[in-house]
Nanobody, 127 residues
Framework: QVQLVESGGGLVQAGGSLPLTCAAS????????MAWFRRTPDEDREYVGG????????DYVDSVKGRFTISRDNAKNTVTLQMNSLNAADTGIYSC????????????????????WGPGTEVTVSS
C-alpha cells in the first residue's frame, strides 16, 4: 500500500528556515518523480517544486526559487523540502506527492500528474 507522510511543519518567524520531510512506503521513490504542493485558505493547490526520479532535475515555482531546495534520499525512501528565508506568503499546508509515471524525465507541475498524496503538514510563518 502506497503511503506518503509529511513531517516537520510548525510555526516559524519570517526569515527563518524549516525542513519538511516526506516519508514514503509501499514503493521505492527511486522510480518516481516526487513533488511538493501547498494549499492556503484562499488559494487552490499550488505547485511548489519537484524532483525527478533520478534526482538529476529539480524544478521550482518562481516565488520559491533560491529559497527552497528539494532533495531525495533513496536509501531512506524520503524526500526533503528545505525552506529558507520564509515569509508570510509561504504559510499553508504542504503536501508531497508521487508521480503516476515511472521515470519521467522532468518534474511535472500539474496536480493531475500525481497519483498519490500525503495528508500534509501545516507551516505558519509569523511576521
Amino acid at each position: 500500500q502506497v503511503q506518503l507522510v509529511e513531517s516537520g511543519g510548525g510555526l516559524v518567524q519570517a526569515g527563518g528556515s524549516l525542513p519538511l520531510t516526506c516519508a514514503a512506503s509501499g514503493f521505492s521513490i527511486n522510480l518516481y518523480g516526487m513533488a511538493w504542493f501547498r494549499r492556503t485558505p484562499d488559494e487552490d493547490r499550488e505547485y511548489v517544486g519537484g524532483i525527478n526520479w533520478s534526482g538529476g532535475a529539480t524544478d521550482y515555482v518562481d516565488s520559491v526559487k533560491g529559497r527552497f531546495t528539494i532533495s531525495r534520499d533513496n536509501a531512506k525512501n524520503t524526500v526533503t523540502l528545505q525552506m529558507n528565508s520564509l515569509n508570510a506568503a509561504d504559510t499553508g499546508i504542504y503536501s508531497c506527492a508521487r508521480d503516476h509515471q515511472v521515470r519521467r524525465g522532468w518534474p511535472a507541475s500539474a496536480p493531475a500528474s500525481y497519483a498519490f498524496w500525503g495528508p500534509g503538514t501545516e507551516v505558519t510563518v509569523s511576521s
